[in-house]
């Protein structure tokens, strides 16, 4: 590697363990990192905000701030009160039950939408929930964070690293259903079984708040009925039009910002209350970590990673698909799994060219590398992030290593639990 991809890795490295260790807050580490990227000319403004391979992701930063008006809209409503009262009651004020129907709700709905929207839509409803029984919210929010990128596997428009490999791969959405849709599932209930060991401290059954609950009316939580139709409708067609992408082709970004928009535009809403909803120290910390870890692109320092690991596996379909999981899992833990599905998607397209058997089985490993690996840290998927974002706002700090520590065990057992299914189904 050249001095700059040195320097660039040793920059990358330390900002990462400022993040990891919290001794800087992670929108600083991360813009400080960025600014000596671009000081270092280990990446230049064209590429870093420009380029579609190693610049900042225009579409993950846009669709997260038109979901975040939306749901701020949504918010001034009283659905979430309403939804939140609901679940306990319907979860009796039983801890883990709650915890289950929010866990299953979230993976379903990542399926459908993308994991990032999914979260901005459950964690209100959580807060005022556990703030009901008096439950600590920061394990159903990481929870839900996990659970949200293990559904988000299930279908193409579900995890954005999957979009990109539907791209590269000329794989459809009813590919992504009939191949990892059926895995998901059981990784799903697998998750919900290890969030009964993990979180067990948290489940504080409250006998008397729960009788409280079931003794509300969760209608007279509404505040606004006419803009909660207008907020509804509005989503409902987002929702569709996300759904419909490969139709429409309209980016999830476009649609959200469109929808945003409408919504703002029909409402009695005003522009500062909507803009005062949006998380922007997430957005600006989004920018930061792609500017850093594009500027590794740059350099060749992934791809010189990569290529080596690929290299060393070739020809054989079983080393080369474990090897792929394995390390898309790990490097995806590190580098954020959407810029490391970028870069790796051409890597894995020459290498399913000189690999017997069903090529697809590389792709399939690549997604679920990615996917499941984005849950080991906290930087690892931007729902990760998002979460902690909204925790951070809600008054509620989770740190680094408490999300880290679940994390990885989460990690290691879904994707453990991948290595029997590729191999029964494809490399036998």
Same mark, same amino acid.
Request: hydrophobic fraction near 60%; charge should be neutral.
């Given at each position: ?38 000081? +270092? ?10 380029? %579609? ?22 918010? %001034? ?22 915890? +289950? ?54 279908? $193409? ?54 009788? =409280?609950?079931?003794? &509300? ?5 509404? =505040? ?26 309209? =980016?999830?970004?476009?649609?959200? &910002? $469109? ?17 005062? =909803? ?18 590794? +692109? ?8 990569? %290529? ?16 792929? &999981? ?41 997604? $679920? ?32 290593? %408490? ?15 991948? +290595? ?9």
């Amino acid at each position: 590697m050249t001095v700059t991809a040195w320097v660039a890795a040793i920059v990358f490295a330390a900002t990462y363990v400022l993040i990891a260790s919290e001794k800087v807050h992670r929108v600083k580490a991360a813009l400080g990192g960025a600014a000596i990227m671009l000081l +270092v000319h280990a990446t230049a403004a064209g590429s870093a905000f420009f380029s %579609q391979e190693s610049g900042v992701d225009w579409n993950v930063v846009f669709l997260l701030l038109g979901m975040m008006i939306i749901v701020g809209v949504l918010r %001034q409503t009283g659905v979430f009160e309403y939804l939140a009262i609901w679940a306990a009651k319907r979860a009796r004020g039983r801890p883990f039950r709650l915890m +289950v129907l929010l866990l299953v709700i979230t993976a379903a709905a990542s399926a459908l939408l993308d994991n990032v929207t999914t979260v901005l839509l459950i964690a209100p409803v959580t807060f005022l929930v556990c703030e009901r029984l008096a439950l600590p919210v920061a394990p159903f929010l990481i929870a839900e964070a996990m659970a949200s990128n293990i559904g988000g596997t299930a279908t $193409l428009v579900g995890d954005p690293p999957n979009i990109i490999i539907a791209s590269r791969a000329g794989l459809t959405f009813n590919d992504f259903l009939v191949h990892l849709t059926p895995l998901v599932i059981v990784l799903t209930a697998v998750f919900i079984g290890l969030c009964r060991l993990l979180f067990r401290k948290a489940f504080r059954y409250d006998p008397e708040r729960a009788a =409280e609950i079931m003794q &509300l009316d969760e209608r007279a939580a509404i =505040e606004d009925k006419v803009m909660l139709v207008q907020s509804l409708s509005v989503l409902g067609v987002v929702i569709a039009a996300f759904v419909l992408h490969p139709v429409l082709h309209y =980016e999830p970004s476009v649609v959200a &910002l $469109l929808g945003a928009g409408l919504l703002v535009l029909v409402t009695k809403i005003t522009t500062d209350d909507a803009l005062r =909803e949006v998380e922007w120290p997430t957005l600006v910390f989004f920018a930061g970590l792609f500017v850093m870890v594009g500027a590794l +692109v740059e350099t060749g320092v992934i791809a010189q990673v990569s %290529q080596a690991a690929a290299e060393a596996t070739a020809g054989r379909p079983g080393v080369t698909t474990m090897v792929l &999981l394995w390390a898309s899992a790990g490097l995806s833990a590190i580098v954020d799994n959407i810029p490391y599905v970028a870069t790796m998607s051409p890597i894995v397209a020459d290498l399913a060219q000189h690999v017997p058997g069903d090529h697809n089985v590389l792709w399939w490993a690549l997604a $679920l590398g990615a996917d499941l690996g984005g849950n080991a840290t906290a930087v690892g998927a931007s729902a990760n992030v998002v979460i902690l974002g909204i925790a951070e706002r809600n008054g509620t700090r989770i740190s680094f290593w %408490q999300f880290t520590k679940y994390g990885l065990v989460v990690t290691v057992v879904t994707v453990a639990l991948c +290595v029997p299914y590729l191999w029964l189904r494809y490399l036998l």
